[in-house]
């Protein structure tokens, strides 16, 4: 995951006298120089903890370890010389991009006409006749619609402006490391600049490790500015005042050039504040990483939304796969609520057949043994000269 640098990671070393921070350490440096600096400092503070390690291991695993670092150096040597190839290969293939990229940019705002097809050519000779519309109407627009992270961003205040929107292009920067995006615009009424920009200022690349963003300040016209919205509030009732307004901070694309900022102090931000501020930063670079990797290269998929259909298709697989775990959890659920069931019945058998057992073991021979007391009883009674025995047993 993204990540911003901290300007200040090393202070009050052994004494006052000795005390500094990293933002005045890498000042005067290069961004290789300051970029080697952090590696340097961060295996620094790595090497204790590994020599722990290892003097904990047995010679032999020790011995097995160390085999296993002169692997992955190799693999290190190879990955290096890999993103060597790559970054050569992606640059040639930059320059090969660049025509398109023209040919693209000259149909859009109608500088070339694509020839017309047998199709149209019936059309016109059959009469029916079309409004002449220049090159392709609200083309970046549409397409920064349809992806899904900078949908997010435009605002229906934002839509008339952003049909002035002629091109988008970006390149990537030496010093400082990182890349920029460009955004060319038609005269509008909102504001004087013809183009935006935005850089990402990045200490390592291929982590990544961005240090901060730099956009362009927007010169609005007067009552144009989108970034902001006007708030009136009423007078009391019976007063002769005008209503209160005030300017008010408002959700814009255009806020896409007034990027977040890392305080220049370490002591400016709490823990709390830095994880927003992280936030923040994090969803700004994905911003700009979805405008330079996904809509400038296919901007026409994202202007006619088959590319937010390809995107769709990927995220609906995924709901499968969620969906699949999802009844496979509901079956074993409903084989558990089964079980249940089967151990609900089970004891209900169970506290049912409770009173007939007590009956059988307990109530049972109390009876017999009344019933035995009752005839002793009966033939013990000295004789009335009847010979019938009236017999009568009561159970009270």
């Not at 933002?23 to 722990?52: C, W, Y």
């Not at 839509?159 to 091109?167: C, F, I, Q």
């Not at 615009?185 to 730099?214: C, G, Q, R, W």
């Amino acid at each position: 995951s993204l990540t911003f640098k901290r300007p200040e990671i090393l202070r009050n070393m052994s004494n006052d006298k000795d005390s500094f921070n990293l933002a005045d350490l890498t000042a005067g440096l290069k961004d290789e120089d300051r970029a080697g600096l952090m590696n340097a400092l961060k295996n620094e503070l790595m090497a204790g903890q590994r020599s722990d390690v290892l003097e904990s291991l047995t010679p032999q695993v020790r011995n097995r370890v160390e085999a296993l670092k002169e692997i992955q150096g190799k693999y290190d040597e190879l990955e290096a010389k890999f993103r060597e190839e790559r970054a050569v290969l992606e640059a040639k293939y930059e320059m090969l991009y660049q025509p398109l990229y023209t040919k693209r940019y000259e149909i859009v705002n109608g500088i070339t006409e694509v020839e017309t097809t047998p199709e149209d050519t019936k059309m016109e000779q059959e009469g029916e006749k079309t409004a002449e519309e220049k090159g392709v109407p609200s083309f970046w627009l549409t397409a920064l619609k349809n992806n899904d992270v900078t949908s997010e961003e435009v605002t229906e205040r934002d839509e008339e402006a952003l049909k002035y929107l002629k091109d988008i292009k970006w390149c990537k920067t030496e010093e400082p490391k990182g890349f920029k995006l460009e955004f060319f615009f038609d005269s509008n009424p909102y504001f004087k600049n013809a183009v935006l920009t935005k850089s990402y200022h990045m200490i390592d690349e291929d982590e990544p490790l961005l240090e901060k963003a730099i956009g362009t300040e927007i010169d609005w016209y007067p009552g144009k500015c989108l970034t902001q919205k006007i708030l009136k509030k009423k007078p009391k009732k019976g007063s002769n005042a005008k209503p209160i307004t005030k300017m008010e901070d408002c959700e814009s694309f255009f806020n896409f050039f007034n990027p977040p900022q890392v305080p220049e102090e370490d002591e400016d931000i709490d823990e709390d504040k830095a994880e927003e501020l992280q936030n923040l930063m994090e969803q700004d670079y994905d911003i700009g990483s979805a405008i330079r990797e996904k809509i400038i290269p296919h901007a026409v998929s994202w202007f006619t939304g088959e590319a937010m259909e390809g995107e769709e298709f990927d995220i609906d697989e995924e709901d499968e796969d969620e969906d699949d775990d999802i009844d496979e959890d509901e079956d074993e659920e409903d084989d558990e609520d089964e079980e249940d069931d089967e151990e609900d019945r089970k004891t209900r058998k169970k506290v049912r057949s409770v009173p007939i057992i007590v009956f059988i073991k307990l109530v049972l021979p109390y009876l017999c043994l009344l019933m035995v007391l009752k005839l002793v009883k009966l033939f013990m009674q000295p004789s009335s000269g009847h010979k019938v025995c009236n017999w009568h047993l009561s159970f009270s």
